[in-house]
């Protein structure tokens, strides 16, 4: 994973939810990055882009322990009525992964921060640092 924080951007549509920590959407509005001028061109290759939330796990959607799958299934669902719900879906401390996937701080209606309320709801565990 890269260090380099590329700012905050805000979620112009949600296309679909993977699993408990990772989703699909197009950025819109103002996409920033701390120190520069603003990156219009970026709003069009920022379409289409997988976002995990960083600093959790949630279980694995196609795993073969039905237990896990049954949880993943939970958690699936509740990060999707967590953004379906949300007014406004604003991304920080963004950072690339190995899998080219944007990491991010998920906030919704800029009060509820998605990753840590993943976890208090037993539907996802915080990684080891």
């Known amino acids: 994973m890269t260090n380099i924080n590329y700012g905050y951007a805000m979620v112009s549509r949600v ?3 993977i699993d408990g920590d990772s989703f699909i959407c197009d950025l819109g509005g103002n996409v920033r990055n701390p120190g520069t001028a603003d990156n219009y061109f970026l709003r069009a290759l920022l379409s289409g882009i997988t976002i995990r939330l960083s600093r959790i796990n949630a279980p694995e959607i196609n795993s073969v322990n039905k237990d896990e799958a049954f949880k993943a299934l939970l958690a699936q669902t509740e990060l999707s009525n967590l953004l ?16 080219f996937r944007l990491n991010a701080e998920v906030w919704v209606n ?14 996802a565990s915080y990684l080891r640092p």
């Open 15 to 17: 296309i679909r939810v």
């Open 110 to 123: 800029n009060d509820i921060n998605v990753n840590d309320w993943m976890v208090i709801n037993s539907t």
């Open 84 to 99: 379906k719900a949300a007014q406004t879906i604003r991304l920080t401390a963004i950072r690339r992964d190995k899998y």
